[in-house]
């Protein structure tokens, strides 16, 4: 399976963004998929995941500004980020089960 990941851009603090992570195959039977991010000169780091049955889980640092969701029919995972911050600057990678992204650039400006 590729996954293609899209949505990123430059945003101003307290905008929101939407990222997409489209799957060349079905997605049914993927249990966890998630989205991560890379930040400059830090490590690889959990953003959220959500499992088959629709159970998310969070990074503290993004709790009640973003939304994981996915959509089966689609075969596509969303990542909805709102009220940006500056720190949430860095190229954000979708994960379906081993598999990663490419990868998108989130650039969110104070």
């Known amino acids: 399976v590729q996954l293609q990941a899209s949505g990123g851009g430059l945003v101003q603090a307290g905008g929101s963004l939407r990222l997409s992570c489209a799957a060349s195959?079905?997605?049914?039977?993927?249990?966890?998929m998630g989205w991560y991010r890379q930040a400059p000169g830090k490590t690889r780091e959990l953003v959220a995941v959500?499992?088959?049955?629709?159970?998310?889980n969070y990074a503290d640092s993004v709790k009640g500004r973003f939304t994981i969701s996915r959509d089966n029919a689609k075969n596509t995972v969303y990542l909805q980020m709102n009220s940006l911050k500056p720190e949430d600057t860095a190229v954000y990678y979708c994960?379906?089960?081993?598999?990663w992204g490419r990868g998108t650039q989130v650039t969110v400006s104070s």
């Open positions: 994960k379906l089960g081993p598999v």
């Open positions: 195959a079905s997605i049914v039977s993927v249990r966890i």
């Open positions: 959500i499992s088959g049955g629709g159970s998310a």
